[in-house]
């Protein structure tokens, strides 16, 4: 183990097969349902100063990620990028990165260690810190505000979206670290590919963004 997240991919495993014969819901001690998860205290700038006092809920207790059957799925139907929306926190950045990855699903399938949700709330995910391959295991306590995700979500009841921003989040320490960012950056932790940025276009670069859409890169703009 390295702090907040595992070299090793089998931990995962390991974690939900301990929950499974236990009886019990998981309780992630190292990326806690505490203000230190959504603040550093030892940062100079806090860009959730305003989001006020938030609740964790199970996502079970979200009525917004529960279906009609009172169910839960990580994917419901097809995975797209329409099916992101924003919270209260400034990762344009990263959303915009998993959106270009849901252009193709199983880019997104690949990075869970599930495909089903399970009662146990013991959820994971392959990402890439400094270039090295990490298991990022969380529970499914979801920082809200009222009954609803304060943060990232899906348009209609499933998981991938809130779970991948918090695992993003527990990467990086706390939720207020992953305000600001650049896609190109994101786009190479969550798959472990190299990553290359255009800081304008010009004829030359925009037959190279050309050719690479052809090729199937996964790409991405901000303004």
């Avoid at 959106?99 to 949700?117: G, H, Q, S, W």
């Avoid at 695992?167 to 994101?186: F, N, P, Q, S, V």
Wanted: charged content about 25%; some cysteine.
């Amino acid at each position: 183990m390295q702090g907040r997240f595992f070299v090793n991919s089998n931990a995962f495993d390991q974690i939900l097969q301990e929950h499974y014969n236990n009886g019990q819901v998981f309780v992630d001690k190292d990326f806690p349902a505490a203000d230190e998860s959504l603040i550093d205290p030892n940062d100079e700038i806090d860009d959730l100063m305003e989001l006020g006092p938030v609740t964790w809920r199970r996502i079970r207790d979200i009525p917004a990620l529960v279906d009609q059957n009172g169910e839960l799925h990580i994917f419901q139907g097809y995975i797209e990028p329409s099916d992101i929306k924003q919270g209260q926190i400034g990762d344009c950045y990263f959303l915009s990165s998993i959106a270009a990855l849901a252009e193709r699903p199983d880019r997104i399938r690949n990075m869970f260690l599930n495909d089903d949700a399970n009662d146990y709330g013991v959820y994971g995910s392959v990402m890439y810190k400094n270039g090295i391959k990490m298991c990022v295991v969380i529970d499914d306590l979801i920082p809200c505000k009222g009954n609803k995700a304060a943060f990232a979500r899906s348009n209609g009841p499933e998981l991938w979206v809130v779970l991948l921003e918090k695992m993003w989040a527990k990467l990086h320490g706390c939720y207020d670290r992953i305000a600001g960012g650049r896609e190109y950056e994101t786009s190479r932790d969550l798959t472990g590919a190299p990553g290359y940025f255009f800081h304008q276009i010009d004829d030359e670069s925009f037959q190279s963004i050309y050719d690479f859409d052809n090729q199937g890169y996964l790409m991405s703009c901000s303004v």
